[in-house]
């Protein structure tokens, strides 16, 4: 069965500018999840997803938005892009909330 | 929120048994503790999830005090290819938002 694929992997921006992350579960899994990463904060939660509603958010500024569809695929975007949104932006999926998540390769945001 | 803490480092020699705690004080009183282990360049990878007690599977054992505000993960017999940075996710009881523990990065030498 097809992994957690992430799209696009790699992204550079510049400051000011929008973005908009793409997420596709495993085929099954109605619960996705975002986390972004870097070396000075580490793993935060973003936001978590459960048959198309936000059952939660982390604590981000309102820049930082997402989504969910009916097909469980996600979409984060995050607007007026700062040099510190420069991370990776994980996401993860699951059967249910809270259980085993299965997270795709990243995308790598580098904001100039 | 939740303050999950682990040690930053820790180095082993191949067939070791190793043991990883995470401190979380203000667990959510439902949620699973779960562990994960992240390669250079590559999404965080279950190792193993459980509530309380003690859990094992094929790679490895999860220990949870009844007070739930810690968690050791136990590697029984580690190999170079367990060089890795292992980390703790729960969630906090206040708002119920996943948080990662701080990471811990293990060296295996042979």
């Known amino acids: 069965k097809a992994g957690v694929t992430q799209t696009p992997r790699y992204l550079i921006k510049t400051r000011g500018q929008q973005v908009t992350l793409s997420c596709s579960p495993i085929?099954?899994?109605?619960?996705v999840s975002w986390y972004q990463q870097t070396p000075g904060q580490g793993l935060q939660f973003l936001f978590e997803?459960?048959?198309?509603?936000?059952?939660n958010k982390g604590n981000f500024p309102g820049r930082f938005s997402g989504r969910q569809f009916s097909n469980s695929r996600s979409e984060m975007n995050v607007s007026t892009l700062e040099l510190g949104d420069s991370a990776l932006y994980l996401c993860?999926?699951?059967?249910?909330?809270?259980?085993?998540?299965?997270f795709g390769p990243g995308t790598r945001l580098t904001v100039t | 929120l939740a303050k999950t803490t682990q040690p930053i480092s820790m180095d082993s020699y191949e067939g070791q048994e190793v043991n990883i705690t995470c401190s979380h004080n203000?667990?959510?009183?439902?949620?699973?503790i779960t562990w994960y282990q992240q390669f250079p360049s590559q999404g965080p990878r279950f190792i193993i999830q459980?509530?309380?007690t003690k859990v094992t599977n094929e790679v490895a054992s999860l220990f949870i005090p009844a007070d739930r505000k810690s968690s050791t993960l136990s590697l029984p017999r580690v190999s170079l290819s367990d060089t890795a940075v292992y980390y703790c996710?729960?969630?906090?009881?206040?708002?119920?938002?996943?948080?990662f523990g701080t990471g811990t990065r293990l060296q295996v030498f042979p």
């Open positions: 997803y459960f048959s198309e509603t936000q059952r």
């Open positions: 203000n667990i959510a009183t439902n949620d699973y």
């Open positions: 085929s099954g899994h109605r619960s």
């Open positions: 459980g509530y309380k």
């Open positions: 993860a999926s699951s059967t249910r909330d809270r259980d085993e998540q299965y």
């Open positions: 996710l729960v969630g906090d009881r206040g708002t119920d938002k996943l948080i």
